[in-house]
C-alpha cells in the first residue's frame, strides 16, 4: 500500500509571519492518515522544521545543488537541506527547467546528491502545451523520466510528480482520464526499469492546478497518490481541504 501524499510547493512566496500557516495547519491536523510535505523558501526551512517539529508534518526544500559544498554562490547543498530539517527536496519543477535551463542530467545528479544524504526527492516531470497538441506528451514524459531518475530510486526515496506545465498556476486542468493516461504510463515504465515491487511502491503525484474544488476528482484516479500544490499550499485553509479529500480516498 501506498501511503498517500499531500506536498506544497511554495515556491518564492512567504516571510516570517508565513509560519502561522503552519502552525495553524499542524493544529488542524495533530495526526494526518497521509503524509503531508511543505516545501517553504529556503529561508524558511530552518523555522518552518522548528515551528513543526513534533508535529506529523514534514518540510522540504524546492531544489539543490548536485556537489557537497564548493564555490556555487548563492547554492544549497542537500546536506545543508538536511541539516536545516528538510527530509525532502522537489527536483526538475518546470520552473527550475524553464528559468535555469535544468536539464535531465542535471536533475539526475542533484537527485544523486539528495538520496546520498536520505533525503526523499520529488522528481518533477510534465509536458507543454505544444508538445501536449502535438501528442508528444509520453515521449515527453518517457524522456525525463529515464533522464532525470537514478538507478539507486526505491519507493522509499523517490516520488514522481507529473505536472503539465500548461497547467500550473493556470487554473486550467487536464481531463481526469489524461492524467490517468499519464499516471498509468508512468507507473508502467517505473515498473518495466525497476521491477514489480519497487515501480509499484513509487508514490506518483498530480500538479498543476489542484484546489480543495477539484482535489476529490484527481484523487481518485488511478495512480493518483496524492498532489504537488502551488498556490493552494500558500494558506492552511485552502491546504487543509485537499489533504481533507486525500484522507478520503
Ligand atoms: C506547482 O508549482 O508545483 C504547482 C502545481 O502550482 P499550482 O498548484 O499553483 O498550479
New binding site residues.
Partial sequence: MRRKLAAG?W?MNGTATALAELETLARAFPSPSVDVLICPPATLLHRAAKALGGTDIAVGGQDCHAATSGAHTGDISADMLADAGATSV?LG???RREDYGEQNDDIRAKARAAMDVGLKTVI?VGESLEQRDAANTLDIIGGQLSGSIPDQSTGENLVV?Y?PIW????GKVPTLNEIGEVHDFIRARLERRFGEGVGRSVRLLY?????PTNASDIFAVSNVDG???????LKALDFSGIIDALSKV
Fill in positions: 510547493n515556491k522537489i519543477h518546470s520552473e518533477c510528480a505536472e497547467a500550473i498556476g493556470t500538479g498543476g492546478s489542484v484546489k498532489a504537488l500544490v502551488g498556490g493552494a499550499s
